[in-house]
């Protein structure tokens, strides 16, 4: 009796957690390992609701190393990030920029109006990331001042 119970709860673990036969599965996820190119800003909706966003900024590798063992330097790509979550918002507030984050973002591709004039940003397809959760991996280290700018700094 003991040997069926333990077979059907095992059963039941072993399930599928997702399913091809449901959009509920469907999924659209970005993650950024990044540093924060600028404080994070808020800026309100045209219904006055408030949102902050940030921008990361993310180096890519690179190509592989050439012939002569040199390796270029990659470029950087810029992801913007906007929080309608207040919880979250107050938190972001805080960054600063330089700061080293782990972000989650969902992604939403949104195509031009049809009739748009394809020089203005209603006329281009549009990325939206859509903050979700953020960690800090390491914060900025605070600017060290000569000596000479400390002296200039106590005079004002």
């Known amino acids: 009796m003991l040997s069926a119970?333990?077979?059907?709860?095992?059963?039941?673990?072993?399930?599928?957690?997702?399913?091809?036969?449901?959009?509920a599965s469907d999924l659209s996820k970005l993650t950024l390992i990044g540093n924060l190119a600028r404080?994070?800003?808020a800026r309100l909706t045209k219904n006055d609701k408030e949102y902050i966003t940030y921008t990361v900024a993310v180096r890519n590798s690179g190509p592989p190393p050439g012939p002569d063992g040199e390796r270029t330097r990659g470029s950087t790509t810029y992801h913007r990030v906007l929080s309608f979550n207040d919880?979250?918002?107050?938190?972001?507030?805080?960054?600063?920029?330089?700061s080293r984050i782990y972000c989650e973002t969902t992604f939403e591709l949104k195509e031009p109006a049809p009739d748009?004039?394809?020089?203005?940003?209603q006329?281009?397809?549009q990325i939206f990331l859509r903050h979700e959760s953020l960690k800090v991996i390491s914060t900025p280290k605070p600017q060290e001042h000569s000596e000479e700018s400390t002296e200039d700094r106590s005079f004002v």
């Not at 919880?87 to 330089?98: E, F, M």
Request: aromatic share 6%; hydrophobic share 25%.
């Open 5 to 23: 119970i333990r077979v059907s709860a095992a059963r039941s673990f072993t399930a599928r957690s997702f399913s091809s036969s449901s959009r």
């Open 39 to 41: 404080d994070p800003e």
């Open 87 to 98: 919880g979250s918002n107050k938190y972001l507030r805080t960054l600063k920029k330089g």
């Open 116 to 121: 748009a004039d394809p020089s203005t940003p």
């Open 123 to 125: 006329g281009q397809r």
